[in-house]
């Protein structure tokens, strides 16, 4: 059984782990792509209804997110990005399904109807 993790932080850098888990019970965690993810990329959050896009968020005084799209194989390219119109980063990052809006700490975001399809970015605050 294996998992895939996508991880952001401090580093600049998304980086995409696979984790392998034997049948005795042990593991194995392998690098299988890096990729660099802006400015701090320290939350993350995958597309409620499209599981091969992910959005980042970038620590600037402005607020910023990045769009990536994710292949089979894990690896991340950078789509898209927009100004969040917030002052500074938020404290956590969500997707919202029922509303098609992505949520950065207390900013609501509502993108445009093709997000669900597309890692295109335009956006607006709610």
């Given at each position: ?11 600049n ?71 969040t ?36 970015l ?5």
């Amino acid at each position: 059984m294996s998992f895939t993790l996508i991880v952001g932080g401090y580093a600049n850098l998304i980086t995409t782990l696979l984790f392998t888990l034997s049948g005795s019970g042990t593991g194995s965690l392998s690098q299988t792509s890096q990729i660099a993810g802006g400015n701090s990329p320290s939350w993350l959050a995958l597309s409620p209804v499209n599981s091969s896009i992910l959005y980042a968020n970038q620590e600037t005084t402005v607020g910023e997110v990045v769009s990536f799209t994710i292949d089979a194989s894990g690896k991340l390219t950078q789509y898209d990005s927009a100004p969040t119109g917030g002052a500074g980063v938020g404290s956590y990052m969500e997707t919202d399904s029922k509303h098609h809006g992505l949520r950065m700490g207390g900013l609501w975001i509502d993108c445009a109807s093709s997000w669900q399809r597309s890692a295109a970015l335009r956006c607006r605050q709610q």
